[in-house]
C-alpha cells in the first residue's frame, strides 16, 4: 500500500487576516487531507476580520486556532516545506517575499478584501460571503487537479489560467 503525499500551501495576504485565512480554512476542508493549508502576512494585523470569523463558524469551520501570523514563520528550515504558494492580495503580490525553502510552485490569485467592505454589518458580511464564495470555486479547481501527473511547468500554466 502506497502512501498518497500530502501538499502543502501556503496563502499570502498582506494583513493575514481575511483572504488567506479563508483560503487555508477552505483548502483544509476541501483538500481532504491531500492538501493542507496554512496562511500568513507580510504586516500581520494580528487578528483575524470578525466578518470573516463570523462567516467560518456559521459554516461550521474551526476557528479556535485561527491567528494572523508573520510570513517570515514559514521561510525558516524548521518550518512545513510548501508545494505551492499563492498571493491572494495585489499587495502581497508586489511585495518581495522571502525564499521559500523547496522553491515551491508560485501564482497570484487577486480576490477583493472583505477588510474593505463599505456599508452596514449585513452589506460587509455579504461581501465576505461573496469572497468566501469566489475563493472556495478556485480552490475547487485547484484541488482536482491530477498533481502527480502534471510538470512543474504544466501546474504553473494550470494555475495561472486559474487566475484568469
Known amino acids: 500500500m502506497t502512501e498518497e503525499r500530502v501538499y502543502n500551501v501556503l496563502f499570502l495576504c498582506t494583513h493575514n487576516s481575511a483572504r488567506s485565512v479563508l483560503a487555508e480554512c477552505i483548502l483544509n476542508r476541501e483538500g481532504k487531507g491531500r492538501l493542507r493549508g496554512f496562511s500568513a502576512g507580510s504586516q500581520p494585523s494580528g487578528r483575524i ?7 467560518l463558524e456559521r459554516l461550521g469551520f474551526p476557528t479556535t486556532d485561527l491567528r494572523s501570523k508573520t510570513w517570515d514563520a514559514f521561510a525558516t528550515a524548521e518550518a512545513p516545506r510548501m508545494d505551492f504558494v499563492f498571493t491572494v492580495c495585489d499587495n502581497a503580490a508586489g511585495e518581495v517575499c522571502p525564499v521559500w525553502p523547496g522553491q515551491p510552485v508560485t501564482a497570484h490569485w487577486g480576490f477583493p478584501d472583505p477588510s474593505s467592505a463599505q456599508g452596514t454589518d449585513a452589506e460587509k458580511a455579504a461581501f465576505t460571503a461573496d469572497v468566501f464564495r469566489q475563493i472556495e470555486r478556485r480552490i475547487q479547481a ?6 502527480a501527473s502534471l510538470d512543474r511547468l504544466a501546474l504553473k500554466r494550470r494555475l495561472e489560467d486559474m487566475a484568469r
Not at 476580520?49 to 463570523?54: A, G, L, S
Not at 485547484?142 to 498533481?147: A, D, G, Q
Request: proline letters at 15%; glycine letters at 0%.
Open 49 to 55: 476580520n470578525p466578518f470573516v470569523r463570523d462567516l
Open 142 to 147: 485547484f484541488v482536482s487537479l491530477p498533481f
